[in-house]
């Protein structure tokens, strides 16, 4: 049997190997954990450690702000507004999923009933 894990979320790089990854200063990521764009993890000797996940959203803060010429509060708002749409779309997923099983529960109903009127 094998045991996956989703390590997107294991806090695993130092500021200085972030920071290269996403190609910001280090000063850079303390400011927008600072401003409350990035939540790195801590170890018990308080030095920040950065997972994947938060690669990913440097990567992105860094696409607006650059790229597309976005400012931080702007960057914010899009970043909510993409979770948002992720959280929706996996509920749309669970939604769909609910329908597709009651149709089949209220087909084999319907079956069920038709054999006995037979």
Request: proline share 2%; glycine share 4%.
């Amino acid at each position: 049997m094998t045991f996956q894990r989703n390590n997107s979320e294991e806090p695993c790089f130092v500021i200085s190997i972030a920071a290269r990854m996403v190609g910001l200063h280090a000063q850079t990521l303390r400011y927008y954990e600072r401003v409350g764009l990035i939540w790195p993890s801590r170890t018990n000797g308080r030095q920040r450690l950065y997972s994947e996940a938060d690669i990913e959203r440097l990567r992105r803060i860094k696409t607006f702000t650059e790229d597309m010429g976005v400012n931080l509060a702007g960057a914010e708002v899009a970043l909510k507004l993409m979770a948002r749409i992720e959280e929706l779309e996996q509920e749309n997923k669970r939604l769909s999923a609910t329908i597709d099983a009651l149709q089949l529960q209220a087909d084999n109903r319907t079956a069920a009933a038709r054999q006995q009127m037979r």
